[in-house]
């Protein structure tokens, strides 16, 4: 079953690598397209801070080094957790593959450029959310799947009680 997790780590990559090369061949930076006017655009950004934003502003010089040094330390344990958990094809399994495909995407950007490209921009008339990519969907909905997995499911010693 580990080839699959990893298969679909890959693909995660990899959809994220063509996204994010096509909004960057095809929008300068800040061009925007509406896809869903008032709620949904396509626009190219910048993040060179943590997730959503966090930390973009920082004047450290050591700020992207941190942050690289601290995505391999998280791609490590995903890592390892996914190949302790992968003798069978789960929640758990999937929802570490995405995160741990979405972490090298992200990962990517980051050690190539500096930063990292965002295109997704969701909002409700002034109101906005932090412009995403694919990573980052892929990242939030494995953590989603961990998070159902631990409240939904019952343990092997619950299941026989």
């Known amino acids: 079953m580990r080839k699959y997790h990893f298969l679909i780590a890959m693909l995660v990559i990899a959809l994220d690598r063509v996204t994010k090369w096509a909004i960057a061949s095809k929008l300068t930076l800040h061009d925007s397209i509406p896809v ?16 959503f934003g966090l930390f973009a502003d ?46 090298i995407g992200n990962l990517w950007d980051r050690v190539m450029s500096g930063h990292v490209v965002d295109f997704l921009l969701c909002y409700v008339v002034q109101y906005l959310w932090p412009a995403f990519n694919l990573a980052d969907s892929a990242i939030v909905v494995g953590a989603g799947l961990l998070v159902f997995e631990i409240l939904f499911t019952k343990s092997p010693t619950q299941k026989t009680a």
């Open 36 to 51: 869903i006017p008032g709620f949904f655009r396509i626009i190219r950004t910048e993040n060179r801070g943590a997730a």
């Open 58 to 103: 920082s004047p450290s010089e050591w700020k992207v080094g941190l942050l690289i040094l601290f995505s391999l330390v998280a791609l490590l344990i995903v890592s390892a957790l996914l190949w302790r958990n992968s003798h069978s094809l789960t929640s758990t399994g999937i929802g570490l593959s995405l995160i741990l495909g979405g972490a």
